[in-house]
């Protein structure tokens, strides 16, 4: 089954911290990616997507993603962390074989950052 | 720049009633795809609304439907609501591309008591 996984559900930092959040998905096929942000008591925001081209790609707010074909993986990174990051991350993708329009989420990664 | 934006905020429903959610789609979008977020969970693909047809469904009961004006502004029906229906129901907004990001509005928070 088309699925997206990221393996960390909970992930407590210290501000000024490294942050890499790991995602991989299971579709041989082209895909594109996503990272989603959700700060506490507010909507979905967009932090980066991936489409095609230099597999590393540089969204809002310092972070990046790297994409990596060959891992089936989309890790989303960030060099040092802000108690401003504290949210929950989405990675997300389409681009199954279900088409373009249904975005598939993995289970969402729960960030704190302690000042 | 207008975001999209839904309506209402928050919506208090008993079981067997019928809710009717409403979404704005950001401005230059004609795609609206509406998704259910339970409480602590990731978002789930209900549908997804272009040039006023369903253009794609995701696993939800045919209670579940929708519609889409021409102004590509969306409406989502749930019928016979049931407890399980409590969810944060969340619109997205899109450019009909295949390389088109999905843009969330704030969602309404559906109870179903």
């Known amino acids: 089954a088309q699925s997206v996984s990221q393996h960390n559900h909970h992930v407590i930092l210290s501000e000024a911290a490294s942050l890499e959040l790991g995602c991989n998905y299971s579709y041989g096929g082209t895909v594109n990616l996503f990272w989603y942000v959700q700060y506490p008591g507010q909507h979905l925001q967009l932090l980066l997507k991936y489409f095609s081209g230099d597999p590393l790609v540089k969204g809002i707010k310092g972070f990046e993603a790297e994409f990596i074909k060959s891992k089936f993986s989309f890790n989303l990174r960030k060099p040092s962390v802000q108690w401003s990051d504290t949210a929950e991350y989405f990675c997300?993708?389409?681009?199954?074989?279900?088409?373009?329009?249904?975005?598939?989420f993995g289970a969402g990664t729960r960030l704190a950052v302690h000042p | 720049d207008a975001g999209v934006t839904q309506s209402p905020t928050h919506l208090i429903k008993t079981r067997g009633q019928q809710v009717t959610l409403r979404c704005s789609p950001k401005s230059g979008h004609d795609t609206v795809s509406w998704y259910q977020q339970a409480l602590g969970q990731e978002p789930q693909f209900i549908f997804q609304?272009?040039?006023?047809?369903?253009?794609q469904r995701g696993n939800f009961p045919d209670r579940f439907s929708g519609h889409q004006f021409p102004n590509y502004s969306s409406e989502l029906n749930v019928n016979a609501l049931l407890l399980g229906d409590s969810a944060l129901y969340l619109c997205?907004?899109?450019?009909?591309?295949?390389?088109?990001?999905?843009?969330f509005g704030p969602g309404t928070r559906l109870l179903v008591l």
């Open positions: 997205a907004s899109s450019p009909g591309t295949e390389r088109g990001a999905q843009y």
């Open positions: 997300a993708v389409n681009g199954f074989s279900g088409g373009y329009n249904k975005l598939i």
């Open positions: 609304y272009y040039e006023e047809e369903e253009r």
